[in-house]
T-cell receptor, first 112, second 110 residues
Framework: NAGVTQTPKFRVLKTGQSMTLLCAQD?????MYWYRQDPGMGLRLIHY???????AKGEVPDGYNVSRLKKQNFLLGLESAAPSQTSVYFC???????????FGSGTRLTVV | SQQGEEDPQALSIQEGENATMNCSYK?????LQWYRQNSGRGLVHLIL?????REKHSGRLRVTLDTSKKSSSLLITASRAADTASYFC??????????FGTGTRLQVFP
């Protein structure tokens, strides 16, 4: 009964490098989300998915791409990392909007 | 643009006291949710209140919703040191996503 699992938990990137953050959920949830959390900014939505094969832009999508090839997985990609992308990234899933979200434990990313 | 705004930004109380935090939003909602985040951890869902509900309870938590004022409050009764965390409200509108506020940092002193 893992819930939402994010990998990796920590990562340091150099400017211009690329990486993929993986989110996996075992609750058969349709909806999945990627948020970033910065001090004093709360959580801001990057991209989300309402089902396998679908993705949509959130509030701050620039510099990120996502894929949802399998229902249980939601990948967040950074093609060319920038220092402004230093943040804590959270993945969440939900049965639908009438239910609460289940969050992962986060990925702390530093871009130097 | 964030819909939910919590007030106060920070709150310090003694164990046993009640803690009240407020959330205001701008446009009509389907439901409003409250989450807790312990330092360095992910958010945990606490309670959901639908737009046609006015009050909801869960253990020591009491949530109220006033849609005419576009505001909600979260009351934690008989606070404990373990309640120390950040608390976020999140609003669901006629879209597929929640919008989170900036949170209230609650410190409960033993």
């Amino acid at each position: 009964n893992a819930g939402v699992t994010q990998t990796p938990k920590f990562r340091v990137l150099k400017t211009g490098q690329s990486m993929t953050l993986l989110c996996a959920q075992d609750m058969n949830h349709e909806y999945m989300y990627w948020y970033r959390q910065d001090p004093g900014m709360g959580l801001r939505l990057i991209h989300y998915s309402v089902g396998e094969g679908t993705t949509a832009k959130g509030e701050v999508p620039d510099g990120y791409n996502v894929s949802r090839l399998k229902k249980q997985n939601f990948l967040l990609g950074l093609e060319s990392a920038a220092p402004s992308q230093t943040s804590v990234y959270f993945c969440a899933s939900s049965r639908d909007l009438g239910y609460g979200y289940t969050f992962g434990s986060g990925t702390r990313l530093t871009v130097v | 643009s964030q819909q939910g705004e919590e007030d106060p930004q920070a709150l310090s109380i003694q164990e046993g006291e009640n803690a009240t935090m407020n959330c205001s939003y701008k446009t009509s909602i389907n439901n409003l949710q409250w989450y807790r985040q312990n330092s360095g951890r992910g958010l945990v869902h606490l309670i959901l209140i639908r737009s046609n509900e006015r009050e909801k309870h869960s253990g020591r938590l009491r949530v109220t919703l006033d849609t005419s004022k576009k505001s909600s409050s979260l009351l934690i009764t008989a606070s404990r040191a373990a309640d120390t965390a950040s608390y976020f409200c999140a609003t669901a509108h006629n879209t597929d996503k929640l919008i989170f506020g900036t949170g209230t940092r609650l410190q409960v002193f033993p």
